[in-house]
């Protein structure tokens, strides 16, 4: 890791979607600050990134990380955690609050943050949960979260289940201007179910999960949104049924925006064919049908920020029965090439896709970040964008291996990231 005063990135394909700029061009840099962006007159002791060939963008922001401490360091770390984002280009996470113990008081708030402050790689902003113990029942103290350095709220790996209380945390969270997440699951559907509801779930015997128990909760919360007028954001979307819903409640100008994950846009249901667990997670791998609905919701721009879900497990956790085994995936390091593969499938352009990754889910944080704009911090990823390579778990710079991805063919190298002007990750270093 290099921490210099002053950087020249140089002679880069420099694409900043906030700022409408996709233009061969120089980033200057000094004490961790962008200084300019453009041909810019620098020091002489300026040192020197040679960006010929390179995207330059901002550092990608992934708005729904587990990040596992405190409480299960055994799956992960926040310094695991933060280094397989640093590799994937991704410079700031908001960690998700389902640790033990919950990230439901500004203690535990105080502790992520100094852990990140010591060890961390990339920048780290605790989502508080909406719920003490993500119970569902009595709320946190929104302000005090706040204070202590929360961004947003939610129980995600829970459902807020009961009506009254998602209305009366929409009702406190919209005096603070708060954002509340929903992983939107209808619990007595999902009930038993380990993978989507279809032909595959029968042929496989597996108890399946309805679409309908996502797009349900999603019904319901929009109406609690036009009672309330808080802000909602439904998190990992992956029906058509949700998506639909979304884009109606935006289309009358509710505060509703939605993220979709790599691997719902990626894969489908055939992907658990062989009870292959790193394809088990909540909510599942969906339909074909459902896989385009995104696809199509991607390029409309119903959806507002591609998210990882980023879910480290131990070997344990996986190497179970399909039932048994646990929910969730590993995405940090894979997140910017198969969203690219977005791109190259003409889904949307480059500029488009990464600003699904930066700007846009830095706003909806209220975090300044994801811009090259002069005076925000210098998190920047230099990556190129035709270098093929094949996912390989056993390379991966975190600590868990259950990516889904692994052996598949993608396009899109990550060759350095930097945090506020320093240099956390350079390939092959």
């Known amino acids: 890791m290099a921490a ?7 002679g880069g394909r420099v694409i900043d979607p906030a700022n409408g700029r996709d233009e061969t061009a120089d980033v200057w840099i000094q004490e961790g600050r962008i200084m300019e962006v453009g041909r810019p007159e620098v020091p002489g002791d300026c040192r020197i990134i040679d960006a010929d060939g390179l995207v330059v963008a901002p550092g990608l922001v992934d708005m729904h990380v587990h990040l596992r401490e405190p409480g299960y360091e055994y799956k992960g770390t926040i310094a695991s955690g933060t280094l397989s984002a640093a590799a994937g280009g991704v410079t700031s996470v908001a960690a998700m609050p389902n640790t033990r113990p919950v990230t439901d008081d500004p203690s535990v708030v105080g502790h992520v943050l100094e852990k990140a402050r010591v060890g961390g790689f990339v ?12 119970k569902g029942v009595e709320l946190t103290e929104f302000g005090l979260m706040l204070e202590a350095g929360c961004v947003a709220f939610s129980d995600d790996g829970a459902t807020v289940a009961d009506t009254g209380v998602m209305r009366r945390a929409l009702e406190y969270a919209r005096a603070f201007g708060a954002l509340l997440i929903q992983h939107a699951e209808d619990p007595s559907l999902v009930s038993g179910g380990c993978m989507n509801e279809g032909v595959t779930s029968s042929r496989l015997g597996l108890p399946g999960i309805p679409a309908e128990s ?3 909760m999603v019904d319901r919360d929009i109406r609690l949104v036009q009672l309330t007028g808080g802000r909602y954001h439904v ?3 992956s029906t058509a049924g949700a998506l639909e819903a979304v884009a109606g409640a935006q289309a009358k100008g509710l505060a509703v925006t939605c993220e ?5 846009f990626s894969l489908t249901e055939e992907a658990v064919n062989g009870y292959d667990t790193y394809a088990k997670m909540a909510p599942p791998l969906r339909s074909e049908f459902d896989r385009n ?6 390029a409309r721009g119903t959806v507002t920020a591609i998210a990882t879900d980023h879910a480290p497990h131990d070997e344990d956790s996986k190497k179970v029965e399909f039932c048994c085994a646990a929910n969730g995936v590993v995405g940090l390091e894979t997140l910017l090439p198969v969203s690219l593969e977005l791109v190259s499938g003409g889904v949307m352009t480059l500029s488009s896709c990464l600003s699904l990754m930066t700007w846009k889910p830095a706003r909806l944080l209220g975090i300044r970040r994801g811009e090259l704009t002069p005076g925000f911090a210098a998190d920047v990823v230099l990556f190129d964008l035709n270098e093929g390579w094949q996912v390989d778990s056993n390379r991966l710079h975190g600590s868990a291996r259950n990516t889904p991805f692994h052996g598949r063919r993608v396009r899109g190298r990550v060759k350095k990231t930097l945090v506020g002007g320093r240099i956390v990750f350079e390939e092959g270093q």
């Open 4 to 10: 210099e005063t002053s950087w020249l990135i140089k």
């Open 260 to 264: 979709v994950a790599p691997h719902h």
């Open 214 to 216: 996502e797009s349900i």
């Open 123 to 134: 920048n780290v902003f605790p989502i508080g949960a909406i719920t003490k113990g993500l």
């Open 235 to 237: 998190a990992h979307l």
């Open 293 to 298: 609905a995104l696809l199509e919701g991607l």
